[in-house]
């Protein structure tokens, strides 16, 4: 099994930014990749961004292009967010997932280690 930890969440002004952190533990050998879902209140929960488990290929879904970088410390076996510019509509619960199917996008009942989330609120 993989065990996943979020940290860095928090409440910040728009426009501002921060980091969130996935530390993975367990059998994490043969994952394909890891990445954050949110859900903000009232929707579904729904995909931010991934990263191949070796770090060379990224995917971010069109609404957090050019504001969010994915990036992960192999020797800490821990992937971040990096969140800029953040706008009130990104207020959520963010999720790290990992999954071994070989895709970027994986859909959520294909994901079998999720963290416990971490809540970011943005304020206008």
């Known amino acids: 099994q993989v065990q996943l930890v979020e940290s860095g969440g928090g409440l910040v002004q728009a426009g501002g930014s921060l980091r969130l952190s996935c530390a993975a533990s367990?059998?994490?050998?043969?994952?394909?990749?890891m990445g954050w879902f949110r859900q903000a209140p009232g929707k579904d929960r729904e995909f931010v961004s991934s990263?191949?488990?070796?770090?060379?290929?990224?995917s971010y879904a069109d609404s957090v292009k050019g504001r969010f970088t994915i990036s992960r410390d192999n020797a800490k076996n821990t992937v971040y967010l990096q969140m800029n510019s953040l706008k009130p509509e990104y207020t959520a619960v963010y999720y790290c997932?990992?999954?071994?199917?070989?895709?970027?996008?994986?859909?959520?009942?294909?994901?079998?280690?999720w963290g416990q989330g971490t809540l970011v609120t943005v304020s206008s």
């Open positions: 997932a990992s999954w071994l199917i070989i895709t970027m996008t994986p859909p959520q009942n294909a994901l079998d280690a």
């Open positions: 367990g059998r994490t050998f043969s994952r394909y990749a």
């Open positions: 990263i191949r488990w070796s770090g060379d290929r990224t």
